[in-house]
């Protein structure tokens, strides 16, 4: 009886799949100039937002992109049953004090820059086990809240490293539903923490790119569809080193996946000019790609199966520090516009 | 057909109950000294545990708690199908660290102290939802560690307030199973965020009880059963000030909680003689005395129902310096000795 949506370690497969109700998402000046300039809901002109705090400007933000999802939806928050976030700042102040008046029963999540497939893995599942009619996903990032907790505050003008990322700011909400016109969440594949030993800060494309390999070719076997029976893969925040460390790794098992495969850090900015170095990262970055690019394009029929793989890298500066290594992590979640 | 174990607003009955297949704790040096000293199942007679730091000792206090889980049920790692931990450290390095070599389905959690109750509330709903066999709930705390992220290192002596409550130096692992001999668990009740403006990070107590009162009385009304129903109600860590906060409110709705009400924080430790103040706290607190003390009563027939009740106060120390007040939440689990 239980455990029988399993189709192997790693991935379920859900009986009744949720659909997409909304989604929506709020991003900084610096992300309103890149690539998907003309598809985020709201790019703020000023990343401070006039509140008196860059931790505040981070949950105003969400604050935005929550209640734009639940504007696009025509629903208030008390339709909503169950809401799941997290996001990079301690203790997730950002998520938590963002959406702490919604008054929705609430999950709180730490799965680092995965959180956006995290939230929609879980809300998902809800749905699908009978829990829930209604789930919301959300979370946020903010550059200048993750660089002085996880590096130094901005003022310090310090010099960024070749394979750095940029933090996104943005955040995104998505709102799914027992019924809806799609697209669909038909598969989850939850990640096991993959530590491939490195131990380098600024390149965290390197240390999550192993876990984004072992998911995802986790879930080609488990569910027998490979590469070639989706028309996007996508992962959340490898940068360009990350991404291409993936597609080696898929090489070397004599699979190519070739321009279907592409990361949220590549897309998200132009980096060639936005001066990003490796792209982008942060919860947002992902949560923005999908808000504003992925799920709007598929309702639009440009895509019908995609692979979302948020990847998150759950070190601390503590434990950086300490010398200790970076765990990855990396959860998927496969959209559909059908409903298999 | 979805959403249809819903009871109400925040709590859901599930239609196969899973059951606790084994649980553990292990802890330190000061809670082996409580009340509690007979049936922790690892005692540490040195908080540092040969480890080269706090941290790193709190994750290997959660290793030692999950290895013995495993024990007890006879089951290796690779039995369980997904795993869900968070803890109170920034990033949640202690639990994530403490379990990356599990290879496990992994979702990181932050709930702050309510992250026991928490993980079995998913775990629960992912056993009862189809998408697991077994699952594991797991959680810890570190005074040291908690102590001088939350508040000062301990080498400056800082002076404590008659409010302050104790994190507790333990961790525990609960493993569930679709099918056993109990406890199960029939019910989750999921706790919006309450947020009573309480800004006096020294009385966490008063922070996170109206979320203990919102949720325990939403279930009290959802399912019918009242306290009366109930052989024990127990909050995650109040601590003696927020205990009586809880029996005081339901007072004002003319509903007394009597003897069968009590906090782990205030059954954890003497408070009257090992100088914790109010009581103890932290995630490790509820996990203990979950897998020490209730669990092992239930299965000896002391109990037949029991609420458990995880709370948590959502704040970071960042928050706190801004001025911000301390958000709070309450998730509850029913564990029943039979089926229903």
Chains 1, 2 share one sequence.
């Not at 497969?13 to 890149?34: D, F, I, N, Y």
């Not at 790609?289 to 692979?307: D, E, F, N, T, Y």
């Amino acid at each position: 009886m239980n455990g029988k949506k399993r189709l192997g370690k790693h991935t379920v497969c859900l009986e009744t799949p949720p659909s997409v109700l909304s989604m929506a998402c709020a991003a900084g000046k610096k992300e309103g100039e890149g690539p998907l300039r003309q598809s985020i809901d709201i790019v703020c002109t000023d990343d401070l937002q006039g509140q008196d705090s860059w931790e505040k400007a981070e949950s105003f933000l969400l604050r935005q992109a929550f209640q734009k999802a639940l504007d696009k939806a025509s629903v208030d928050a008390g339709a909503m049953d169950i809401l799941f976030t997290g996001d990079l700042l301690n203790q997730c102040v950002g998520s938590t004090f963002g959406l702490r008046e919604s008054n929705i029963p609430h999950y709180g999540l730490y799965g680092a820059c995965s959180t956006m497939a995290e939230s929609l893995s879980l809300a998902a599942m809800c749905i699908d086990g009978g829990f829930a009619a209604r789930a919301v996903a959300a979370t946020s990032s903010h550059y200048c809240s993750a660089e002085r907790q996880y590096r130094l505050p901005l003022d310090y003008g310090a010099q960024r490293a070749p394979t750095a990322q940029w933090t996104v700011t943005g955040a995104g909400t998505v709102l799914l539903s027992e019924t809806g016109s799609g697209p669909y969440i038909t598969h989850v594949a939850t990640g096991a923490i993959v530590d491939a030993g490195i131990t380098d800060a600024s390149n965290m494309g390197a240390a999550m790119a192993p876990a984004a390999y072992d998911t995802l070719s986790a879930f080609f076997k488990e569910t027998g569809m490979g590469p070639e029976c989706h028309d996007l893969i996508v992962t959340g925040d490898l940068g360009t080193i990350g991404l291409q460390i993936v597609r080696d790794l898929f090489r070397d098992d004599g699979i190519e996946l070739g321009d279907r495969y592409n990361d949220c850090g590549a897309m998200i900015f132009d980096c060639a000019v936005q001066d990003v170095h490796s792209g982008g990262s942060g919860c947002g970055c992902s949560a923005v790609v999908l808000c504003a690019h992925i799920l709007p394009q598929m309702r639009a029929g440009a895509w019908k199966s995609v692979l979302f793989c948020g990847t998150g890298a759950l070190h601390s500066p503590v434990s950086a520090a300490q010398g200790d290594s970076i765990p990855g992590v990396c959860h998927l979640v496969r959209f559909s516009s059908m409903l298999s």
